[in-house]
């Protein structure tokens, strides 16, 4: 009997551990129910664009003359910072004038350079070029005396000073100096590296200080007033000549000022302030003559005109 009940009770035992595995067995995984194909997924927010940076259009921006002086090693003429400044203004959108033009314009490209050592100078000779603004410096190059402990390398310094004249007032309308040394072994490669680090210097402060003087002035320049010098030749009588003055007095959208400065041996000499680029004042005067006179051109210069009176 006592083995019959714990029989019975050892299968009760039993029975009631299963029974307490079943209960805490997990779930079987039920995989989650895929979207439908009509389903549409979820839209994603639109990624925002950057704002665009002000483009200011090139009838805002000046037309820019540069007349730098770079001298590398104290004597060799170089371009690198002339290169550099053409391309920063274009990149912002700023007319220069052509290099090649003011070179071919000048017989002696150091006189213009005298020249334009004071603001007015450097005015008088941006406006005979249609320019807005003069940009102009010096940038020299020297290697140092001594070589660097025992060995072929040497130091360059070069030093950039720059300044951005108006050429409607004279007024400088910003100005950098900055100075820069690298190290080299050839003079020339070092003298250039020398140069170009430190006209990058002068060049990342003038330019947008430049622009922004301009902006600030209305983005435009004062009515130009270019001084022309006018001779004529042939004036034979004095009714030519008066009627030559009285034309040029006449003419008052394109010459304010005109003064007759002399008259010797039929030669006359007029100055003058033109308010347009001298070889529209030439063809003004050439292709409106007064009554019974006919003009003959015999050279446009930057600030002077040479005519002679023919017969019809």
């Known amino acids: 009997?006592?083995?019959?009940?714990?029989?019975?009770?050892?299968?009760?035992?039993?029975?009631?551990?299963?029974?307490?595995?079943?209960?805490?067995?997990?779930?079987?995984?039920?995989?989650?129910?895929?979207?439908?194909?009509?389903?549409?997924?979820?839209?994603?927010?639109?990624?925002?664009?950057?704002?665009?940076?002000?483009?200011?259009?090139?009838?805002?921006?000046?037309?820019?003359?540069?007349?730098?002086?770079?001298?590398?090693?104290?004597?060799?003429?170089?371009?690198?910072?002339?290169?550099?400044?053409?391309?920063?203004?274009?990149e912002r959108g700023v007319q220069v004038v052509d290099q090649d033009m003011i070179q071919s314009n000048l017989a002696k490209g150091q006189e213009l350079l005298k020249m334009a050592g004071d603001n007015r100078g450097a005015a008088a000779l941006g406006l005979q070029f249609g320019a807005d603004v003069?940009?102009?410096g010096e940038v020299v190059a020297k290697p140092s005396a001594r070589r660097?402990?025992?060995?072929?390398?040497?130091?360059?310094?070069?030093?950039?000073?720059?300044?951005?004249?108006?050429?409607?007032?004279?007024?400088?309308?910003?100005?950098?100096?900055?100075d820069a040394t690298t190290i080299g072994l050839d003079d020339v490669v070092g003298s250039a590296k020398a140069i170009r680090a430190a006209g990058q210097k002068s060049l990342d402060q003038l330019i947008p200080a430049m622009l922004q003087s301009w902006v600030r002035s209305g983005s435009q320049s004062a009515p130009r007033l270019l001084h022309v010098t006018l001779h004529v030749?042939?004036?034979?009588?004095?009714?030519?000549l008066k009627a030559v003055r009285e034309q040029l007095k006449g003419m008052t959208g394109e010459a304010t000022g005109v003064v007759q400065r002399s008259y010797?041996?039929?030669?006359?000499?007029?100055?003058?302030d033109s308010l347009v680029p001298i070889e529209e004042l030439?063809?003004?005067?050439?292709?409106?003559?007064?009554?019974?006179?006919?003009?003959?051109?015999?050279?446009?210069?930057?600030?002077?005109?040479?005519?002679?009176?023919?017969?019809r």
């Open 134 to 136: 003069v940009l102009i």
């Open 1 to 90: 009997m006592k083995r019959t009940l714990s029989t019975l009770t050892l299968a009760a035992l039993f029975a009631g551990g299963l029974a307490a595995c079943q209960t805490t067995q997990a779930p079987p995984y039920t995989p989650p129910p895929r979207a439908s194909a009509q389903q549409a997924p979820a839209q994603r927010a639109p990624a925002r664009k950057p704002a665009p940076r002000p483009v200011r259009s090139t009838a805002q921006m000046p037309r820019v003359m540069i007349l730098v002086d770079e001298q590398s090693l104290g004597t060799i003429p170089t371009a690198e910072v002339e290169s550099m400044a053409i391309r920063m203004l274009l």
């Open 264 to 272: 010797t041996s039929g030669a006359a000499t007029f100055e003058l």
């Open 233 to 240: 030749g042939g004036v034979d009588q004095l009714w030519k």
């Open 148 to 178: 660097i402990s025992d060995s072929n390398l040497r130091s360059y310094q070069a030093v950039a000073t720059l300044r951005a004249v108006r050429t409607d007032n004279s007024v400088t309308m910003a100005s950098a100096s900055e």
């Open 282 to 311: 030439a063809e003004a005067i050439v292709l409106n003559p007064p009554a019974d006179i006919r003009f003959q051109v015999l050279d446009i210069g930057g600030t002077s005109i040479h005519l002679k009176i023919i017969s």
